[in-house]
């Protein structure tokens, strides 16, 4: 059974940086994909960035590129989401998820955890 938990959230100044951790466990994932997702109060999810596990390619929304960074530690089958230069609108709760390389649907979730940007 696959599992996602989070951790590294918390409150920073704008300008700040925060790095998040997703834990993995449950199987072998160099098949997978690992996405980063947040979403604000009143808003929808939105797509933070990606990696392909095994290789390491990556991709990013447009309002993170070049701030936020997502990395791989194969050793501690750990996921990071790197986040420097942190704004106001950064705000919201983040979520790692897990999916098959293929695959549409991201089908592994963590629980979240909780980043505030104090402007």
């Known amino acids: 059974q696959v599992q996602l938990v989070e951790s590294g959230g918390g409150l920073v100044q704008a300008g700040g940086s925060l790095r998040l951790s997703c834990a993995a466990s449950?199987?072998?994932?160099?098949?997978?994909?690992v996405g980063w997702f947040r979403q604000a109060p009143g808003k929808e999810r939105e797509f933070v960035g990606a990696?392909?596990?095994?290789?390491?390619?990556?991709y990013y929304a447009d309002s993170v590129k070049g701030r936020f960074t997502i990395s791989v530690n194969n050793a501690k089958d750990t996921v990071y989401l790197q986040m420097n230069s942190l704004k106001a609108e950064d705000t919201a709760v983040y979520y790692c998820?897990?999916?098959?390389?293929?695959?549409?649907?991201?089908?592994?979730w963590g629980q979240g955890t909780q980043v505030t940007v104090s402007s």
């Open positions: 449950g199987r072998t994932f160099s098949s997978y994909a």
């Open positions: 998820a897990a999916k098959i390389i293929g695959h549409t649907v991201y089908a592994y």
């Open positions: 990696i392909r596990w095994s290789g390491g390619s990556t």
